[in-house]
């Protein structure tokens, strides 16, 4: 039996057509208990995407980390992000480096692959050509440690798949501005 | 000074020190040390609510009215999930609040103890910010840090929750100095360029309108006083939310009434056609705007908020001033005089004459009785039988809210207490009992429904213990008012648990409380017993009977335009189906 077609939300009705984009948040925080709870409570509680978040204190002394977000929505939606993330009391900062163009991102994987002959062969050969280092061998697999732009990583782990893709792991997005100034 | 002492101690010093002399709270095991400070102590007083959720709405009334931050203080567990609607609804509103929680003993912190919630992480959402101590050694700096974070920027409620081993630990205790806290600090002053945009903006305006919020209020009584400075200077005419009521006299020249859904005709109108909007401390929430695409479409708009996320959240304005309501409206009327500007006289005089057409429509006006009372009518009574007096007013939330925001009108700021954002039934009585406390010889009345007032009742005790006389008056229409209008226009009359079924006979009530109770069903006997319950001096439960089946206009309907409203004539109309006005989207919002 089909399910009625549940009819479209009248409050998105408003802002019809808006173009989805992905924008990477760096946000500086004071290291303190809930603070990343915060930050995340206010994603789920106003319904914002999450795509990717990590985070780690960065300035010991002054009990500062730095979370980056990369969120997906309207620009409008975006916007509103960013302020709602400002009015958090713990936090310092909010820079969509998306917005200032001028940024560095990159991720780390672990990808685990297991396979023999051939496709042994196959795997380290890729993984030279992406730069992945070998940080663990037994002689039915391989685990790579690969830097890079998400994309990149996802590339390599589709190239894994056919070879004999075990399991991945990812850190999730970091973030930085180019140049000699801090954000 | 500094000196040595309990976290407990630490807790009634920071309150003195705070200049708080009014604590709403309800005691507890987690807080029996604090309440142990408190009994030695004359300068904090305390007052024992009888739930803890009217701790909240007393201490919201107490802020609102007074300007101060509102402070209670309740024990761990259900104590403090009591308080949850209190402080969701003073986070909408921006009403400044401390709450002080106590928590189970650290070490028994995560082992589902007696009367153990996770304090912090439940009101993470309801609370502007909050705080679990777990060294004394914290606490003087978050107790001074939670009433600037509550007071500073969009006021809000904060949360202290206190572990029992943390107020019994002892400690130096350091009193409040210089900044709060390290790095919050809102700007409260704006840029003189987007001041002076916004008079270049306002002295080219043809069809302007001021459009103010509850902002105004919480920026301070200076605030107001400069609104009006504006509005006389430039001749604009201005309406406001429901939040904002009083910050610019109900009986001002200028003054429109409120809108949004059940604005007046004049206000709402003005809004759709006019060309520049100017938005002081309002946040076009969707009981202002209606249908959003179609939200005042010919208009530039400024917008002036301190929360720098209310702009362009839901209406996309043409120049926001991120700043304080008060700030900002001292740079305009300095700027507007400095620079000598005049508004566009012509077309300014052509805009009041489409307006006078607009107000002659008289979208108050309701068809009064002979034999029944009105529940306008009663409102209207009410408002002119205390037009000497000092006087308060608190609501609970319904049709009785709405009639009471049309028909009573205010001339300063602060006289009007209500729940908006959230609509909170319940929220009048403690509301008006913490403004009692704030204002001991002024008149109070809270305005209410025979539904709302039911629940926080209990309240009625704390009224008589602490001899607050305070005046319930309600609407009494043996219907939860608002439910069953709208089940009326959107739910074809079918009137689903709407019904008021086995009310207590209010009279009783108020007297097996220790109050006095009156009943009133005859218009012609209304302003005898309005003076009757004026003239007794202690908590009144005023039983209104008033006619059951009045519906409130005007209305816009959901999903519907600023000029798309609903008038009473209308509705009087026979065979006009006013369901049929609402469309299908409309009928999915709230």
């Given at each position: 039996?089909n ?8 409050y ?25 709870a ?19 204190e ?21 916007e ?28 780390l ?15 380290l ?59 | ?8 101690e ?13 604590l ?5 095991g ?9 009994f ?63 928590q ?22 309801c ?14 700096r978050?107790l ?63 069809r ?30 201005i ?48 009981r ?12 530039k ?15 996309k304005?043409?120049?926001?001033i ?9 740079a ?5 005089r ?19 057409e ?35 007013v ?5 049709q ?13 700021p ?8 959230l ?20 008149l ?8 709302s ?15 607050l ?50 009943r ?26 008033v ?8 209305m ?35």
């Open positions: 039996m399910a009625p077609a549940s009819p479209p939300s009248p998105s009705a408003a802002t019809p057509n808006s173009k989805i984009e992905s924008h990477t948040l760096s946000v500086l925080v004071d290291n303190e208990p809930g603070v990343l915060r930050v995340v409570g206010l994603f789920s509680g106003r319904g914002y995407n999450i795509e990717s978040l990590t985070v780690a960065v300035a010991h002394a002054e009990h500062r980390s730095r979370i980056t977000i990369v969120t997906s929505g309207a620009p409008e939606t975006i509103q992000i960013h302020h709602q993330l400002e009015r958090i009391v713990p936090v310092r900062q909010v820079t969509d480096l998306t917005l200032t163009r001028r940024s560095l991102e990159r991720e994987a672990m990808v685990k692959v297991r396979g023999r002959g051939d496709n042994r062969n196959d795997a050969q890729l993984a030279e050509a992406f730069r992945a280092r070998v940080v663990d061998a037994t002689t039915e697999s391989f685990i790579f440690e690969l830097t890079g732009k998400p994309e990149k990583i996802d590339e390599f782990v589709d190239l894994m798949r056919p070879i004999g893709l075990v399991e991945v792991s990812r850190t999730g997005v970091a973030a930085i501005s180019r140049g000699p100034d801090p954000i | 000074m500094s000196k040595e002492m309990t976290g407990a630490m807790v009634v010093e920071a309150l003195k020190d705070q200049g708080v002399d009014i709403f709270g309800y005691p507890g987690a807080v029996l040390p604090i309440y142990d400070v408190l030695h102590q004359e300068k904090v007083q305390h007052i024992l609510v009888r739930h803890e959720q009217g701790a909240a709405h007393a201490a919201e009334g107490y802020a609102r009215s007074s300007g101060k931050v509102g402070v209670l203080l309740v024990t761990s567990g259900p104590g403090a999930t009591n308080t949850i609607t209190g402080l969701t609804d003073a986070l909408m509103d921006s009403i400044p609040l401390v709450c002080i929680t106590g189970v003993p650290t070490h028994l912190i995560g082992s589902d103890a007696f009367q153990e919630c996770d304090t912090v992480g439940i009101t993470r959402h609370t502007k910010h909050n705080y679990l101590v777990k060294n004394v050694a914290d606490l003087p978050i001074h840090e939670a009433f600037y974070v509550a007071s500073s920027g969009r006021p809000g409620p904060v949360v202290i929750d206190i572990p029992k081993d943390v107020q019994f630990a002892r400690g130096i205790y350091t009193p409040p100095r210089g900044a709060q806290h390290k790095t919050y600090q809102p700007r409260l002053d704006a840029d003189m360029d987007s001041i002076r945009e916004a008079v270049k903006m306002m002295a080219a305006a043809k302007p309108i001021f459009y103010t919020g509850g902002g105004v209020i919480n920026s301070g009584p200076s605030a107001s006083t400069l609104l009006r400075e504006l509005v006389s200077l430039t001749g604009f005419p309406t406001s939310t429901l939040m904002g009521l009083g910050a610019y006299p109900g009986s001002g020249q200028n003054w429109l009434g409120m809108l949004g859904m059940h604005g007046t005709w004049e206000a709402n109108h003005a809004m759709h056609d006019c060309d520049l909007m100017i938005a002081v401390g309002a946040r076009f929430d969707d202002i705007t209606g249908r959003l695409d179609a939200f005042s479409p010919g208009s708009k400024i917008h002036i908020d301190i929360d720098r996320s209310s702009i362009n959240k839901n209406v304005v043409d120049l926001a991120v700043a304080d309501c008060a700030h900002v409206l001292e305009l009327v300095r700027t507007w400095a620079e000598a500007m005049h508004a566009d006289k012509q077309p300014l005089d052509h805009w009041w004459a489409q307006i006078d607009w107000r002659a429509r008289k979208s108050l006006a309701f068809r009064n009785s002979g034999t029944t009372i009105k529940p306008q009518y009663a409102v209207q009574r009410l408002y002119a039988l205390t037009r000497d007096k000092d006087v308060y608190t609501t609970e939330v319904g009785h809210q709405m009639w009471a925001a049309q028909h009573f009108h205010f001339d300063e602060n006289r009007w207490m209500t729940s908006g954002g609509g909170t039934m319940g929220y009048g009585l403690p509301a008006a009992i913490g403004t009692q406390l704030a204002h001991p010889s002024a109070v009345i809270d305005i209410a429904g025979e539904a007032i039911l629940m926080n009742i209990q309240e009625m005790s704390t009224a008589i213990q602490y001899r006389p305070v005046k319930i008056f309600i609407l009494n229409n043996e219907y939860m008012g608002m439910v069953r209008q709208w089940q009326e226009l959107l739910h074809g009359g079918r009137y689903s648990h709407s019904y008021s079924e086995a009310l207590p006979d209010f009279v009783k009530l108020a007297e097996a409380f220790g109050g006095k109770g009156i009133c069903s005859d218009p012609k006997l209304l302003d005898a017993a309005i003076e009757e319950m004026l003239d007794y001096d202690g908590p009144v439960i005023f039983d209104c009977l006619e059951k089946s009045e519906n409130c206009f005007p816009i309907p959901s999903g519907k335009a600023h000029n798309d409203m609903l008038l009473a004539d209308l509705s009087d109309d026979a065979g006009v189906d006013i369901g049929a006005v609402i469309d299908e989207k409309g009928k999915m919002l709230v």
